[in-house]
């Protein structure tokens, strides 16, 4: 008997959006990573073998989901960090105070 996939995104969608929404920390990127989710659900529905519980292969998708996203998005993150340590301690060289 074949699993529906509007059966799985019902009895999944809270468990995942909770779960991406705690990743991200931002309410439309995990709105954004749960749609690309349940496309992967919905792509991979005919393959799931049930040898693990239907959440757990959900949210096995939304984790990869989302380290993906994560990997596209850390040169920028650590760009941002970078900026702001060293930002910390900067003095402005000439070109700055010519500005000013």
């Known amino acids: 008997m074949g699993v529906r996939f509007e059966e799985v995104y019902q009895r999944q969608k809270n468990a995942v959006y909770g779960y991406l929404s705690y990743m991200t920390k931002d309410k439309d990127t995990a709105e954004d990573l749960a749609q690309e989710t349940f496309l992967k659900v919905y792509l991979g529905l005919?393959?799931?073998k049930e040898d693990c519980s239907e959440k757990t292969w959900c949210l096995t998708i939304a984790r990869n989901t989302f380290l993906s996203?994560?990997?596209?998005?850390?040169?920028?993150?650590?760009?941002?960090?970078?900026?702001?340590?060293l930002g910390a301690g900067y003095e402005s060289g000439p070109e700055e105070k010519l500005l000013k």
């Not at 996203?69 to 340590?85: G, H, I, N, S, T």
């Open 46 to 48: 005919k393959g799931f």
């Open 69 to 85: 996203f994560a990997r596209k998005k850390q040169p920028v993150l650590l760009e941002e960090a970078d900026m702001e340590r």
